[in-house]
C-alpha cells in the first residue's frame, strides 16, 4: 500500500525541533569545536587546570551561537519562501463544490480547478479543459527551461465531464501508475473508469511547477503531491556543503594539535627532570599530597596542564572571525552595482555566507544550455532565395543600418530583399508563400484584433513572423484549409495533407491547393552557413491529380496497419517527399545572452574548463558550441560520442584516445580500470602530454553507458583532456552524476549553474551552484548558493569576488596563525625559567586587552588620524602648526610635485621590476616555464590561411527539425484544437468535428469529389 505525501513542501534543513542537535553536530565536526569542548572538560579537574573554565566556555559558547544565529538566519528565509508557495490558494472540489483551499492542504485524489496564467500545485491528470476536445496548453519553463508552449489532452470519456460540478464531484475513477520518480518526459498508468481501462501517458499529465497558458480553464485530479511531484523528485536533498579552506583548517588544526602535544611532552619531560633535581629542595615549602612527589606523576599532570595553558595556540575565535569576513564578502556581492541587471530590476545574491572563497577556486563550471547561454530567442537573420542571399548578420563595428517592421520589433539588416518584394519577384513570393504556408504555428486573434501566434517551436515563431513582415501574414487555419494575406490580398489554401516531422525523418510537409495548383511545400535540415546559425532549406514539387490520388491511397493503408505502421507511414512520407525543387534556405539565430562569448573567454583563459549539459539535441547544441567559440573550425578534432550500446561507446572512446595519445596506447581493460581511478584521484596530469584543440560531444544514452563503472575512467580521462565537452539529451540525474564524478575522481571544485527545475541536481551536487533568475522560473534560484540574472556575471562572481575572498581568506590565516604562535610560544620559553611549573606567563585579562587594543585600537587610530589631518578643527587648534589646511591638494596642482612623483616612483619601481625580471630569466618558476612554452609552441604553428574553412556538415542543424517531440499535424488536421463558433453540422467543418470518421476518411471523400471536379488534362500544382 503506497502512502501519499501531502502537498506541504520544505527546502530548509532544520526545524524548531530538529534545529539545536543537527546544527550542533554539523559545528562540532569542525575539530577547533570539538577540541576546545574536551579542553572545557580538562578545566573543570582541578589538580591540572591553572586557568578558570570560564575563559573556555564563554568564547565556545560564543562561537557556536553566532554560528547558530546565522545558520537559523539563512534556513529562516528558506521557510519563509517555502511558506509563500504552501500558502498560494488554489479552487478545490470539497463536498460537492469549488472552494479555495491552501496548497499545502492539498491531498492525492482531490479535483481541483485551474484558471488561466496559474501554476500547478501539483501533478494532475487532466480531466476537462475550455478547449474543444480537453486540450489546454502549459509552459514548462520551471521546469526544462523551454518557453515554448506544450499541448496537453484529456482523455475523450472525462473531457465530456466539462464544468458540470455534479458531474465532476461524482468522478469515482481509479488510476493505477508508476511510483514517483524524477522522470520529466515520462509517464505511464491507467484510468479504470465505469468497467473500462484508459491508457495515460505524459500527454495526459500536468506537472507540478508548469503554467496554463492560453486556456481559460481546466480541471485535473491530483495523482502525486509534495514530495512525489516530479518537481520536488529532482530537486534532491539540500546537502551541507563545506569549502576547502574548511577542511583546510580542519587539518591545520590537526597539525597544530599535534605539535601542541609535543610542546606538553618537552615541557612535562621537562618538568619530571627538575622535579627530581630540583624539586626536593621547595617540596618543603609546599602544601603537597604524598603522591606528588613522583616526579614521573608530576609530568604527567603538568602534560595537561600546560594542554590547557597553550591552547591558544588552536584558535577557537579563528571560526568566528572567518564567518565575519564572509559574511563581509556577502555583503560585497549583493551590492555590486556592476551585477545588477537593470532590465528586470534583478540584483545578486549571495544565498550563502560560507563560500565566498571557494568562488576563487573553481576549476570545473557545469552550465545548462537554454536559458542560460542563450535567450531562448530565435530571430531571422539571413535567407538565400534562387541562389541570392540576403541579409547580413548586425555588428557593431560596422555602421549598418536595419530594416524595422511594426510586428513584433522585427529587424533585417538587408533592403535588398524589400526590393525584390516590391518588384515581384516570383521566387521571392513563392518562398515566403511557403514560409507562411509549411508550419504547425496556431494563430489567436486578442480584442482589439491583434492577431497572436501560437507555436511549438520558436524556430517556427522566427519564420512565420518574418514572413509576416515581409507581406504574407499566416491568417487563419481549420483542419482543411490554410488562410494567408499575400501583399494585401486574402488568399485561401485547401490543405489536402500534413506529413508531420519526427527525429527521423528531420523534415515537414504540406500538400495543399489553391485553385488549381497543387504543390508540397518541404522545410528540412541543411548546413549552408559558417557562421553557426541553425538552418531550414525551402523546397517545393509540382503534382498532378492521378500521382496525388494514388499516393493518397498509399497513405491510407499505411495508416490502416497495425505492428508496422510508423514505417509503412515513413515510406510513404518519403516516397513523395522526393524530387523536389530547393526554393532557398532560412537562417536564425539562437540569440546568445550578451557577453556570454566574452565571459567564456576569460574563464577559459582562466584555467577554468566549462561543460555543457543540456537536455536539448545534439545539433542544437553544437550550434550554440559554434555561436560562442566553445566549438572552432581550428579545433584539431571534435569526437562525437553517439554509441547505444556499451560496446558501440567503447570502440568509440577507444578511436577517441588513439587519437589523442597514439596507436600504441593500449586500452583500459576491464581489470586495470581500477588502477586507472586511482590515477585520475592523485590528480594524474597526462592531459598535460597532449597537444592541441580537442572537444567532445557526447549524447544522453551513450552518457548512461559511458558513466557505467568499466568505462566511467576512460570517459573522464579523455573529457578532461578536450578543451570543450558537450553533453547532449541529458537527465536531471545524468548531470548530476557527472558533476559527482568529476569531484570524486578530479579532487577539483565545481561550478554548476542553471536556470530550470532540470538543473536543480546539478547545482546541488556542486561545490557551488548558481541559479540565473530569469524568465525561466525561480526554481533554480531556490536550490541556488548564488544567483543573479545574466550569465556574463559570472565572470566578476569568479574572477573578482572570489578571487579576492580567496585572497583575503588566505592572508588572514596566515597573520591569525602567526599572531597565536607568537603569543602561545611565550608560554612555552617562560616554563624554562620557571621550573616547567605551568604557571602563566601573561594572564587571561592581558591578552584579552592586547587583542583588543590591537584590533580595534589600530582601527580607531587609523581614522582618527585620517579625519583629523583632513579636517578644519586641527587648524583651530593649532593654526602655528597647520597653516595650510588644503596644501596637500593646491600642491598637486604644481608640475614640479608631479614630476618628483614620477621621478619616485620610477626609481622606486625599477629596481624591483629589474629584479623580477632577472630571477624569471635565472630562476622561473614551473608557471613561467609553461608559460614560455606556450608562447614557443605558437611560434611554431604554421600560419593560418585568411580563408574561412567550412564547417562540418553536421554541426548545425534546425532546432524546430530535431524537437523533443512530434509537431501537432495531426492535432491541427482532426480539428480538435480549433474553436467551432456557429458552424451547422451539416457543414464540412462542422462534419469533422461531429462525426466519428478520421481525418484521413473525411479527407479522402473532398480529394475524391475534388479530384473528379478536375478536367482530366488539367496540370495540378502543389
Known amino acids: 500500500m503506497f502512502l501519499f505525501q501531502n502537498n506541504r513542501i520544505h527546502t530548509s534543513k532544520y526545524n524548531v525541533l530538529t534545529f539545536l542537535p543537527i546544527n550542533l553536530f554539523e559545528q562540532f565536526q569542525r575539530v577547533a569545536n570539538a577540541y576546545f569542548l574536551f579542553l572545557l572538560i580538562l578545566q573543570l579537574i582541578p589538580e591540572i587546570s591553572s586557568l578558570s573554565w570560564f575563559t573556555t566556555i564563554v568564547p565556545l559558547v560564543l562561537v557556536l551561537t553566532i554560528t547558530a544565529v546565522k545558520d537559523a538566519t539563512d534556513d529562516y528565509f528558506r521557510h519563509k519562501s517555502d511558506n509563500q508557495v504552501n500558502n498560494r490558494l488554489s479552487e478545490v472540489l470539497i463536498n460537492g463544490r469549488l472552494q479555495s483551499e491552501k496548497w499545502m492542504n492539498v491531498m492525492a485524489g482531490d479535483i481541483i480547478k485551474l484558471e488561466n496564467n496559474q501554476f500547478v500545485a501539483a501533478d494532475l491528470l487532466l480531466l476537462s479543459s475550455s478547449e474543444p476536445h480537453g486540450l489546454c496548453y502549459i509552459e514548462t519553463a520551471e521546469l526544462d527551461g523551454e518557453t515554448n508552449l506544450k499541448v496537453r489532452h484529456a482523455l475523450p470519456v472525462t473531457s465530456e465531464l466539462g464544468t458540470d460540478i455534479s458531474r465532476l464531484a461524482k468522478f469515482d475513477g481509479v488510476v493505477a501508475c508508476e511510483p514517483p520518480n524524477n522522470k520529466l518526459d515520462k509517464f505511464t498508468g491507467d484510468l479504470s473508469w465505469k468497467d473500462n481501462k484508459y491508457p495515460l501517458n505524459n500527454e495526459k499529465i500536468i506537472l507540478r511547477g508548469c503554467v496554463l497558458r492560453n486556456t481559460s480553464w481546466c480541471f485535473g485530479m491530483v495523482i502525486f503531491a509534495g514530495p512525489d511531484t516530479k518537481l520536488m523528485q529532482n530537486s534532491g536533498k539540500t546537502k551541507f556543503k563545506r569549502t576547502s579552506i574548511d577542511r583546510l583548517m580542519n587539518t591545520l588544526v590537526l597539525w597544530i594539535f599535534g605539535f601542541l602535544v609535543c610542546m606538553g611532552i618537552i615541557l612535562a619531560i621537562g618538568n619530571s627532570i627538575w622535579e627530581h633535581q630540583v624539586g626536593d629542595y621547595f617540596r618543603a615549602f609546599l602544601f603537597q599530597d604524598e603522591v606528588v612527589k613522583n616526579s614521573i606523576f608530576s609530568g604527567f599532570l603538568t602534560f595537561w596542564s600546560y594542554i590547557i595553558i597553550l591552547n591558544t595556540v588552536v584558535p577557537i575565535s579563528l571560526y568566528v572571525s572567518v564567518e565575519v569576513i564572509r559574511l563581509g564578502h556577502s555583503y560585497f556581492i549583493n551590492w555590486d552595482r556592476k551585477m545588477y541587471y537593470s532590465k528586470k530590476e534583478t540584483l545578486a545574491e549571495a544565498r550563502t555566507t560560507t563560500l565566498n572563497e571557494e568562488l576563487g577556486q573553481i576549476e570545473y563550471v557545469f552550465s545548462d544550455k537554454t536559458g542560460t547561454l542563450t535567450q531562448n530567442i530565435m530571430t531571422f537573420n539571413k535567407c538565400?532565395?534562387?541562389?541570392?542571399?540576403?541579409?547580413?548578420?548586425?555588428?557593431?563595428?560596422?555602421?549598418?543600418?536595419?530594416?524595422?517592421?511594426?510586428?513584433?520589433?522585427?529587424?533585417?539588416?538587408?533592403?535588398?530583399?524589400?526590393?525584390?518584394?516590391?518588384?515581384?519577384?516570383?521566387?521571392?513570393?513563392?518562398?515566403?508563400?511557403?514560409?507562411?504556408?509549411?508550419?504547425?504555428?496556431?494563430?489567436?486573434?486578442?480584442?482589439?484584433?491583434?492577431?497572436?501566434?501560437?507555436?511549438?517551436?520558436?524556430?517556427?515563431?522566427?519564420?512565420?513572423?518574418?514572413?509576416?513582415?515581409?507581406?504574407?501574414?499566416?491568417?487563419?487555419?481549420?483542419?482543411?484549409?490554410?488562410?494567408?494575406?499575400?501583399?494585401?490580398?486574402?488568399?485561401?489554401?485547401?490543405?489536402?495533407?500534413?506529413?508531420?516531422?519526427?527525429?527521423?525523418?528531420?523534415?515537414?510537409?504540406?500538400?495543399?491547393?489553391?485553385?488549381?495548383?497543387?504543390?508540397?511545400?518541404?522545410?528540412?535540415?541543411?548546413?549552408?552557413?559558417?557562421?553557426?546559425?541553425?538552418?531550414?532549406?525551402?523546397?517545393?514539387?509540382?503534382?498532378?491529380?492521378?500521382?496525388?490520388?494514388?499516393?493518397?491511397?498509399?497513405?491510407?493503408?499505411?495508416?490502416?496497419?497495425?505492428?508496422?505502421?510508423?514505417?509503412?507511414?515513413?515510406?510513404?512520407?518519403?516516397?513523395?517527399?522526393?524530387?523536389?525543387?530547393?526554393?532557398?534556405?532560412?537562417?536564425?539565430?539562437?540569440?546568445?545572452?550578451?557577453?556570454?562569448?566574452?565571459?567564456?573567454?576569460?574563464?577559459?583563459?582562466?584555467?577554468?574548463?566549462?561543460?555543457?549539459?543540456?537536455?536539448?539535441?545534439?545539433?542544437?547544441?553544437?550550434?550554440?558550441?559554434?555561436?560562442?567559440?566553445?566549438?572552432?573550425?581550428?579545433?584539431?578534432?571534435?569526437?562525437?560520442?553517439?554509441?547505444?550500446?556499451?560496446?558501440?561507446?567503447?570502440?568509440?572512446?577507444?578511436?577517441?584516445?588513439?587519437?589523442?595519445?597514439?596507436?600504441?596506447?593500449?586500452?583500459?581493460?576491464?581489470?586495470?580500470?581500477?588502477?586507472?581511478?586511482?590515477?585520475?584521484?592523485?590528480?594524474?596530469?597526462?592531459?598535460?602530454?597532449?597537444?592541441?584543440?580537442?572537444?567532445?560531444?557526447?549524447?544522453?544514452?551513450?552518457?548512461?553507458?559511458?558513466?557505467?563503472?568499466?568505462?566511467?575512467?576512460?570517459?573522464?580521462?579523455?573529457?578532461?583532456?578536450?578543451?570543450?565537452?558537450?553533453?547532449?539529451?541529458?537527465?536531471?540525474?545524468?548531470?548530476?552524476?557527472?558533476?559527482?564524478?568529476?569531484?570524486?575522481?578530479?579532487?577539483?571544485?565545481?561550478?554548476?549553474?542553471?536556470?530550470?527545475?532540470?538543473?536543480?541536481?546539478?547545482?546541488?551536487?556542486?561545490?557551488?551552484?548558481?541559479?540565473?533568475?530569469?524568465?525561466?522560473?525561480?526554481?533554480?534560484?531556490?536550490?541556488?548558493?548564488?544567483?543573479?540574472?545574466?550569465?556574463?556575471?559570472?565572470?566578476?562572481?569568479?574572477?573578482?569576488?572570489?578571487?579576492?575572498?580567496?585572497?583575503?581568506?588566505?592572508?588572514?590565516?596566515?597573520?591569525?596563525?602567526?599572531?597565536?604562535?607568537?603569543?602561545?610560544?611565550?608560554?612555552?620559553?617562560?616554563?624554562?625559567?620557571?621550573?616547567?611549573?605551568?604557571?602563566?606567563?601573561?594572564?587571561?585579562?592581558?591578552?584579552?586587552?592586547?587583542?583588543?587594543?590591537?584590533?580595534?585600537?589600530?582601527?580607531?587610530?587609523?581614522?582618527?588620524?585620517?579625519?583629523?589631518?583632513?579636517?578644519?578643527?586641527?587648524?583651530?587648534?593649532?593654526?602655528?602648526?597647520?597653516?595650510?589646511?588644503?596644501?596637500?591638494?593646491?600642491?598637486?596642482?604644481?608640475?614640479?610635485?608631479?614630476?618628483?612623483?614620477?621621478?619616485?616612483?620610477?626609481?622606486?619601481?625599477?629596481?624591483?621590476?629589474?629584479?623580477?625580471?632577472?630571477?624569471?630569466?635565472?630562476?622561473?618558476?614551473?608557471?613561467?616555464?609553461?608559460?614560455?612554452?606556450?608562447?614557443?609552441?605558437?611560434?611554431?604553428?604554421?600560419?593560418?590561411?585568411?580563408?574561412?574553412?567550412?564547417?562540418?556538415?553536421?554541426?548545425?542543424?534546425?532546432?524546430?527539425?530535431?524537437?523533443?517531440?512530434?509537431?501537432?499535424?495531426?492535432?491541427?488536421?482532426?480539428?480538435k484544437n480549433m474553436r467551432v463558433k456557429n458552424l451547422h453540422p451539416t457543414s464540412g467543418l462542422g462534419k469533422t468535428m461531429y462525426n466519428s470518421t478520421s481525418w484521413i476518411e473525411n479527407l479522402c471523400k473532398k480529394t475524391t469529389d475534388t479530384v473528379n471536379s478536375f478536367s482530366l488534362d488539367r496540370t495540378v500544382k502543389l
Open 384 to 975: 538565400s532565395i534562387n541562389g541570392k542571399t540576403y541579409g547580413k548578420l548586425f555588428s557593431p563595428l560596422k555602421k549598418i543600418f536595419p530594416l524595422l517592421f511594426s510586428y513584433n520589433k522585427f529587424q533585417f539588416y538587408d533592403h535588398s530583399l524589400v526590393e525584390s518584394i516590391k518588384l515581384g519577384d516570383p521566387k521571392v513570393h513563392e518562398f515566403f508563400r511557403l514560409l507562411a504556408l509549411c508550419h504547425t504555428v496556431m494563430p489567436e486573434e486578442k480584442n482589439e484584433g491583434k492577431l497572436i501566434y501560437q507555436v511549438q517551436s520558436p524556430d517556427e515563431g522566427a519564420l512565420v513572423t518574418a514572413a509576416r513582415n515581409f507581406g504574407f501574414i499566416f491568417k487563419s487555419r481549420t483542419p482543411e484549409t490554410i488562410t494567408v494575406e499575400e501583399m494585401g490580398k486574402v488568399v485561401t489554401y485547401q490543405l489536402l495533407a500534413f506529413l508531420d516531422f519526427n527525429n527521423i525523418r528531420k523534415r515537414m510537409s504540406v500538400i495543399g491547393t489553391n485553385d488549381t495548383f497543387m504543390r508540397p511545400s518541404s522545410s528540412h535540415s541543411l548546413s549552408i552557413s559558417g557562421e553557426g546559425l541553425r538552418t531550414l532549406a525551402i523546397a517545393y514539387r509540382d503534382l498532378n491529380e492521378e500521382y496525388f490520388k494514388e499516393w493518397f491511397k498509399l497513405l491510407e493503408e499505411a495508416n490502416r496497419e497495425f505492428d508496422k505502421r510508423d514505417e509503412c507511414i515513413a515510406a510513404a512520407y518519403e516516397e513523395i517527399e522526393k524530387d523536389m525543387m530547393l526554393l532557398g534556405a532560412t537562417a536564425i539565430e539562437d540569440k546568445l545572452q550578451d557577453g556570454v562569448i566574452e565571459t567564456i573567454a576569460s574563464l577559459s583563459l582562466a584555467n577554468i574548463k566549462i561543460w555543457v549539459l543540456t537536455g536539448d539535441k545534439q545539433e542544437t547544441a553544437m550550434n550554440i558550441g559554434y555561436s560562442c567559440n566553445m566549438l572552432t573550425d581550428d579545433m584539431n578534432e571534435v569526437f562525437i560520442i553517439s554509441g547505444h550500446s556499451a560496446a558501440e561507446v567503447w570502440e568509440e572512446l577507444k578511436k577517441a584516445k588513439e587519437i589523442l595519445f597514439g596507436r600504441s596506447t593500449g586500452f583500459t581493460n576491464g581489470y586495470a580500470f581500477c588502477e586507472k581511478l586511482q590515477e585520475l584521484k592523485r590528480g594524474s596530469t597526462v592531459e598535460e602530454s597532449v597537444t592541441g584543440d580537442y572537444a567532445l560531444i557526447i549524447n544522453g544514452h551513450s552518457l548512461g553507458h559511458a558513466l557505467e563503472a568499466n568505462l566511467q575512467s576512460e570517459f573522464l580521462e579523455i573529457a578532461c583532456i578536450c578543451k570543450t565537452v558537450i553533453c547532449c539529451r541529458v537527465t536531471p540525474l545524468q548531470k548530476a552524476q557527472v558533476v559527482e564524478l568529476v569531484k570524486e575522481y578530479r579532487k577539483a571544485v565545481t561550478l554548476a549553474i542553471g536556470d530550470g527545475a532540470n538543473d536543480i541536481s546539478m547545482i546541488k551536487s556542486a561545490h557551488i551552484g548558481v541559479g540565473i533568475s530569469g524568465q525561466e522560473g525561480m526554481q533554480a534560484v531556490l536550490a541556488s548558493d548564488y544567483s543573479f540574472a545574466q550569465f556574463r556575471y559570472l565572470q566578476r562572481l569568479l574572477l573578482v569576488h572570489g578571487r579576492w575572498s580567496y585572497f583575503r581568506m588566505c592572508k588572514f590565516l596566515c597573520y591569525f596563525f602567526y599572531k597565536n604562535f607568537a603569543f602561545t610560544l611565550v608560554h612555552f620559553w617562560f616554563g624554562f625559567f620557571c621550573g616547567f611549573s605551568a604557571q602563566i606567563a601573561l594572564d587571561t585579562s592581558y591578552w584579552t586587552v592586547i587583542n583588543h587594543v590591537f584590533i580595534w585600537g589600530s582601527v580607531a587610530t587609523y581614522f582618527s588620524i585620517l579625519f583629523t589631518m583632513h579636517s578644519d578643527g586641527i587648524f583651530d587648534v593649532f593654526p602655528n602648526q597647520f597653516p595650510f589646511v588644503g596644501n596637500a591638494r593646491h600642491s598637486l596642482t604644481q608640475k614640479n610635485i608631479w614630476l618628483v612623483i614620477l621621478l619616485t616612483t620610477v626609481v622606486s619601481v625599477m629596481p624591483v621590476i629589474a629584479f623580477r625580471f632577472i630571477k624569471v630569466d635565472l630562476y622561473p618558476t614551473l608557471s613561467d616555464q609553461i608559460r614560455q612554452l606556450q608562447k614557443v609552441q605558437d611560434k611554431a604553428r604554421p600560419l593560418k590561411s585568411h580563408r574561412r574553412q567550412p564547417r562540418r556538415t553536421s554541426s548545425r542543424r534546425s532546432g524546430y527539425a530535431f524537437a523533443h517531440q512530434e509537431g501537432y499535424g495531426e492535432l491541427i488536421t482532426s480539428g
